[in-house]
T-cell receptor, first 112, second 113 residues
Framework: GQQVMQIPQYQHVQEGEDFTTYCNSS?????IQWYKQRPGGHPVFLIQ?????EVKKQKRLTFQFGEAKKNSSLHITATQTTDVGTYFC????????????FGQGTRLTINP | KAGVTQTPRYLIKTRGQQVTLSCSPI?????VSWYQQTPGQGLQFLFE???????NKGNFPGRFSGRQFSNSRSEMNVSTLELGDSALYLC????????????FGPGTRLTVT
């Protein structure tokens, strides 16, 4: 079945450093979504990418969707302590049941 | 608009018992999905309902079941609980106009002893 792999699993950075998490799907996706979950909280929708090669920005966050629509990345510039949490990607395959499959998440911790 | 609500927030059950969890979606949202979250397995999709019909189902045993009512509220049931069912159960709703965007509730923390 469809698998979504996310790396790294953990990332610890100094405040002000950049951070990137990568997401790879075993199948071509119709779209990809990104969520953030703060410690003790629930996932919160950040963004959805639909088009091949799409790039979207939200302040210090940059999201990319690969040309083949099988991979994606989230880059945070100049991290702040408020960025702490786990970032999940989630995608729906263009074939099959089209259920939303989540990556394992990247847990970001920041040293102030 | 009120967010997704889930009840109860915390639950402790013993092996062999059954449990029913409830989810009320955001007003106007007709799609409800359920996920199981554990430290080791991450977010695992359980099922998705739309207009009272199960649209998708994850790879969970038949002990896990769900349903959706005409007001879009949803319940999930787990029978014959096992220790491994201890997890955070999350419900998410989405709008027909923005099917990709899932809005999660705070979850129900289930502990099976």
């Amino acid at each position: 079945g469809q698998q979504v792999m996310q790396i790294p699993q953990y990332q610890h950075v100094q405040e002000g450093e950049d951070f990137t998490t990568y997401c790879n799907s075993s199948t071509t996706l119709s779209n990809i979504q990104w969520y953030k979950q703060r410690p003790g909280g629930h996932p919160v929708f950040l963004i959805q990418l639909v088009k091949s090669g799409e790039v979207k920005k939200q302040k210090r966050l940059t999201f990319q969707f690969g040309e083949a629509k099988k991979n994606s990345s989230l880059h945070i510039t100049a991290t702040q302590t408020t960025d702490v949490g786990t970032y999940f990607c989630a995608g729906r395959s263009i074939r099959g049941a089209q259920k939303l499959v989540f990556g394992q998440g990247t847990r970001l911790t920041i040293n102030p | 608009k009120a967010g997704v609500t889930q009840t109860p927030r915390y639950l402790i059950k013993t092996r062999g018992q059954q449990v029913t969890l409830s989810c009320s979606p955001i007003s106007g949202h007709r799609s409800v999905s359920w996920y199981q979250q554990t430290p080791g397995q991450g977010l695992q999709f359980l099922f998705e309902y739309f207009s009272e019909t199960q649209r998708n189902k994850g790879n969970f045993p038949g002990r896990f079941s769900g349903r959706q009512f005409s007001n879009s509220r949803s319940e999930m049931n787990v029978s014959t609980l096992e220790l491994g069912d201890s997890a955070l159960y999350l419900c998410a709703s989405s709008s027909p106009n923005k099917a990709g965007e899932q809005y999660f509730g705070p979850g129900t923390r289930l502990t099976v002893t």
